[in-house]
């Protein structure tokens, strides 16, 4: 009997390099990084009283922790930005940073069970953790803006204009950040779980070598201020304030070697998870 050719909806092939990225394919399961966002968002509330709630705890806590500390105690300069305002602005872009990078970074061991079981391209998993935390920023966001505007109504001078368009720049700018250094880490601690534990660490350490709690302007003249200058991360929350407030330290050059490294990080770390994805299932 005749074997007869069978018409296959999907042809599941290996890699032939380390630059074949098929991110076409990515694309055609958008589908399911929407249904892993929702997964996301669901499951991190499901069994909470106050759920969402906590996105507006949680900064408003910090900024009148930062606030006591830092700007009434410390008495850091805030680049004339109102103290509350610049504390939160710098809180809800860092949060999402660091949320991407340390929910990425454990990509192939937190979800070894589900790898091994079902084919679809493993950056689709990583991609909607980036998505979900945009929904968080939002939030975030949203009582940022809220009191621009109740001190807008009370007599504050408040900047609306059109540098609010870099925003979501900005943003993008740091998804990409934050995704591809968590591929990277994710595709070391594979092998060395040490990464692990010196992620959390690495990442409070880092959120001081970034001006969150203190404007640029404030390290002129100090002989170590060139470190926090060379941090990637250093301009975009910069422009980022600038972009809301038109005071700051902003630098186009500056955000343009951010967005060289961004790119430079983004492709290495797709290489490493290209790479790693083929055999992390013999290590994890």
Known sequence: MKEQDEDWTLIIKPHSNLFDLQLKEVWRYQDLLFLFVKRDFVAQYKQTILGPLWHFIQPLFTTIMFLVVFNK???????????????????AIWNYFSSC?????????ANAGIFGKVYFPRLVLPLSIVVSNVVKFGIQFLLLLSLMIYFAFNGEQIHFGLSWLYIPVLIIMMAF????????????????????????FAVQLLMYATPIIYPLSFLIG?????LIS???????????????????????????Y?????IVVFFFGLVMFNRVERSFMDTV
């Open 101 to 109: 990078l340390t929910a990425t970074s454990n990509t192939f061991s």
């Open 222 to 226: 100090n002989k170590y201020g060139w």
């Open 258 to 262: 951010s967005a060289v490294f961004i």
């Open 73 to 91: 105690i410390a008495n850091i300069p805030t680049d004339g930005i109102k103290p509350i305002l610049f504390y939160m602005s710098g809180i």
């Open 177 to 200: 950040m934050g995704l591809g250094l968590g591929i990277i880490i994710s595709s070391l601690t594979t092998k060395y779980r040490d990464f692990t534990v010196l992620l959390g």
């Open 230 to 256: 060379w941090n990637p991360l250093t301009p975009i929350v910069e422009a980022f304030r600038f972009a809301l407030f038109e005071q700051g330290t902003f630098s186009p050059v500056s955000l343009m």
